[in-house]
């Protein structure tokens, strides 16, 4: 076969747009992690990082950690909060612009780690926090999966092109099977959805709407 420049373009194009990696989903071998859905990020017009797209899933996700917690699918929580003084982040992280310096940075924001209250944890539950984008990194995320008896990733929260989508690929490189929410996973602009989630689509996980992932769970 030979294969021509529209051939191999036309494949790619196929798999960013329908792409779906075969796996089976196992309900007892999943782990739903939503993803840094605390204050900062949803509580409306407090800070600068506010996700207003985020705010507006809330319910969706609600939906989706009980329909899991009445499957006795692990919820585990990741949020940011002040740990090890800061002193565990990225190096260059306070010099990249999504830091909004001309918007101001309260002391009091990204202290504490609060889970939006509408998705508050069970006493049960585990809340992860993390130094940077992703969920694997400097965390004991999989050590934990691994004690739980889970190879299979279910992955709702915000940002979608940062700490979802960073998480997503870490769990691909991992070993585990990666179910990323389309439709539970939000951007700080609407506009960068649809691409990380092709990129996902081709390479990394199954993407699915939420009541797509309930229905095989």
Same mark, same amino acid.
């Given at each position: ?8 373009? =036309? /494949? /790619? ?13 196992? /309900?007892?071998? !999943? ?11 949803? &509580? ?11 705010? =507006? ?20 929580? +990741? ?7 800061? &002193? ?19 002391? +009091?924001?990204?202290?504490? %780690? ?31 999966? =691994? ?8 992955? !709702? ?5 940062? !700490? !979802? ?9 991992? %070993?585990?099977?990666?179910?990323? %929410? ?36």
């Amino acid at each position: 076969m030979k294969y021509s420049e529209g051939i191999v373009k =036309k /494949a /790619a194009t196929d798999a960013y747009l329908n792409g779906d990696v075969k796996f089976e989903i196992i /309900a007892n071998k !999943c782990a739903l992690i939503v993803i840094d859905m605390q204050d900062e990020f949803g &509580k409306p017009e407090w800070t600068s990082s506010w996700i207003p797209e985020a705010t =507006k899933q809330v319910p969706k996700i609600k939906k989706l950690i009980e329909v899991c917690r009445g499957k006795n699918i692990p919820v585990i929580y +990741t949020a940011f909060k002040d740990t090890h003084l800061f &002193k565990d982040r990225p190096k260059t992280g306070d010099l990249m612009p999504n830091r909004y310096p001309l918007l101001g940075n309260e002391p +009091t924001w990204f202290r504490k %780690g609060e889970i939006w209250h509408e998705l508050k944890p069970n006493e049960n539950e585990i809340v992860i926090f993390k130094p940077s984008y992703g969920a694997f990194y400097d965390t004991p995320l999989e050590t934990i999966l =691994k004690n739980l008896e889970k190879d299979t990733i279910i992955i !709702c929260g915000t940002l979608t092109n940062y !700490c !979802c989508g960073t998480t997503a690929r870490q769990g691909y490189e991992r %070993g585990f099977k990666v179910i990323f %929410g389309s439709d539970i996973t939000s951007t700080d602009d609407p506009k960068m959805q649809e691409p990380e989630l092709k990129v996902l689509r081709k390479g990394f996980a199954k993407v699915m709407t939420l009541g797509d992932i309930i229905n095989n769970l």
